[in-house]
């Protein structure tokens, strides 16, 4: 009912499709936010929309994982799908507020005082809306910012996993045609992209309070809903029987989205009142176009691009990256190389520090909680393979 459905080529099974071009787009997303946070002579002053890449990309992939559950079941798994989110996102999370509880404690406790809300908004998945109740600025060039504002976004995102699957469950159950769902949802991302319209306040530096609000963001994560109705990894062939010329129309598609996206972010910025009066939309819009041209099989020099090596490798790390560049570039550096000149020098620096540690928390952190009971399941099956696969012998 919900989701393509093809002919050609039998479907691959559950969860079963892996898409290495979306951890292309993953590096991409996360490359643009660090440089905005570099601050690099202004260079990619739209770098902040990578986050909004992020949102479709997020509202995409789990509402695609829920409506296929759904399909196959006829019922959401609220509790396996929350518990893999866990073993997703906490371990680094928690690696990470750890290491700056201890930081603090040794270079700055008198500053940890003052931290202890924001740490207790992280754990609570609540930090954007204690930023904005605390009038804490995103976009502040004054005073030094929490170590742990980035975190704003996890929020956004936590706060739709926990409300969304409850929603799609609800409206999959009630609702029988896809159109209904779709125009739905597509009403919730308009009246979500007209409160932030209306809600923007021209003249004012500091547009916050619409930057982190999950209701002036939530457009984002509906526009990647839509897509997985129509676009889901799980019901998607590898192998389809599509002519050259609709494969380099899908591939033309993609690549107009990217310059778009290229284009917010080296010529937009967070005072331009466009982000904000349908600036973000359009970029989610693009996103979409882009997500689509990636899992569809499209031409080969597509594909080629996103699921170059290096970019798939810095995409799996992607989650890690976003998390430890923030307090990262918060260090204070020795002051030899606090010049203009020495930029490039402090960005390659920051940069090495941000993957290296990223690279580690994915290696002995994330990965191994996060496959750990993928790991144990294939032990137990091919250990009872094993057991069954002993000839008896003959009396």
Known sequence: ???????????????N??????DGLRAFAVLAVVV??????????GGLIGVGIFFVLSGYLITDILITQWKHHRKIDLRDFWIKRARRLLPGLLFLLIVVVIGMTISNP?????????????????TNWWFIVSDASYFSHFSAPSP????????????????????LALGLGVIRKRKWMVMIILLGAFISALAMALLYQPGLLDQSRIYYGTDTRAFALLIGAVLAFYCSIQNIPEKIDTSRRVKVGISLLGAGGFIILLWMILFTNEVDPFLYKGGMVLQCVATAALIMAIVYPSAKWFHR????????????????IYLWHFPVLALPLPTILEGEEYAIIRAVIQ?????????????????????R???????TLEDQEKITSIPSRPM
């Open 1 to 15: 009912m919900y989701g393509i459905k093809t002919k050609e080529v039998q479907s691959l099974p559950l969860n």
């Open 17 to 22: 499709r892996y898409v290495p071009g979306l």
């Open 36 to 45: 905005y946070h570099l601050k690099i002579n202004l260079f990619a002053p």
């Open 110 to 126: 008198s500053r940890l005082a003052n931290l202890w809300g924001d740490l207790l908004a992280s754990l609570l998945y609540i």
């Open 148 to 167: 742990l504002l980035h975190l704003w976004s996890l929020a956004v995102e936590e706060q739709f996993y926990l409300i969304w699957p409850f929603l």
């Open 305 to 320: 691009i996103w699921e170059w090596g290096p970019l798939r490798w810095l995409g799996i790390r992607s989650y890690g």
């Open 351 to 371: 940069i090495s520090a941000i993957i290296i540690i990223a690279a580690l928390s994915w290696k002995f952190i994330e990965k191994p909680i996060r496959y």
């Open 373 to 379: 009971h993928t790991k144990l399941r294939k032990s």
